[in-house]
């Protein structure tokens, strides 16, 4: 079946810029994440979804950051004022219970010029 | 908190080889212990989780890994490497509170199979 997929797979922004970023999980997944890859980095969580409600957001590096999940299903990122080092990969992962095993998605590459 | 150090950041093998690639945690309580492989420009994949029970976890692609409570390590093993096998490879280490997993990954280390 289909895997988690995220769009769009690469975004060019300029400084101040607000983004979103888009996350399909997996189809009945109920449980999803967002995490953050810097280059030569391991990713760094920064939220987890049960439903449609963030169950924690402790990894959101600030309040420019912010995600939702309005239908318990797609979520968005969403980004204001970019700064340059908010460049990176941002990944998405879903499982079908928060106590299963996460599914990653390939990522969207965010670069801030 | 948990912690995760790959002990080496890239190796460098010839096909057909063995290879270790060196994962330790630091945690004060019980924690489930992951190994991730990322292929380029595509996501992570898991080769391999321990829960509990035995501590010899094998996974796909020939993968294994050996959990051992007294060193806090999670060396993740291949008897024979093949080409195919170069890409990044992420420790990572989980405690399920609060409800759910939050993974808690290394930085990596790059694995170089050379014909």
Redesign the interface.
Known sequence: GAGVSQTPSNKVTEKGKYVELRCDPISGHTALYWYRQSLGQGPEFLIYFQGTGAADDSGLPNDRFFAVRPEGSVSTLKIQRTERGDSAVYLCASSLTSQETQYFGPGTRLLVL | AQS?TQLDSQVPVFEEAPVELRCNYSSSVSVYLFW?VQYP??????LL?YLSGSTLVKGINGFEAEFNKSQTSFHLRKPSVHISDTAEY?C?VSR?S???????????TRLAVHP
């Open positions: 995760v991730y420009n595509q996501g992570l994949q898991l989780k992420f990572a399920f609060g409800g759910y997993n939050k993974l808690i990954f290394g930085a990596g």
